[in-house]
């Protein structure tokens, strides 16, 4: 089994910055692709940006040029960092991995939301 822990979001005003965190721990043979996606109200969850082992990304054209996804495969970590940020970016966000062995995890969730 594989836990994921999110940390980083909160409140912060239109135009700012914000840094997610998610580090996996647990039985992880080897990950593959690890992602951020987010939920609005009322709305499906959609993709933000995931990046594979090989460090390949892939943005969303809501976040892209403004957002960057990294992670550290020796801490099983990876992070999203958010600038100029708009309301339209307030969701909940989840951490998601993709194993070696074909197996998929999401985190609990964080929360951003940005005011006007």
């Known amino acids: 089994q594989v836990q994921l822990v999110e940390s980083g979001g909160g409140l912060v005003q239109s135009g700012g910055s914000l840094r997610l965190s998610c580090a996996a721990s647990g039985s992880i043979f080897g990950i593959n692709t690890m992602g951020w996606y987010r939920q609005a109200p009322g709305k499906q969850r959609e993709l933000v940006a995931t990046?594979?082992?090989?460090?390949?990304?892939n943005y969303a054209d809501s976040v892209k040029g403004r957002t960057t996804i990294s992670r550290d495969n020796a801490k099983n970590t990876v992070y999203l960092e958010m600038n100029s940020l708009k309301p339209e970016d307030t969701a909940i966000y989840y951490c998601?991995?993709?194993?070696?062995?074909?197996?998929?995890?999401w985190g609990q969730g964080t929360q951003v939301t940005v005011s006007s």
């Open positions: 998601y991995v993709f194993t070696l062995e074909y197996r998929e995890y």
């Open positions: 990046i594979t082992r090989g460090t390949n990304t």
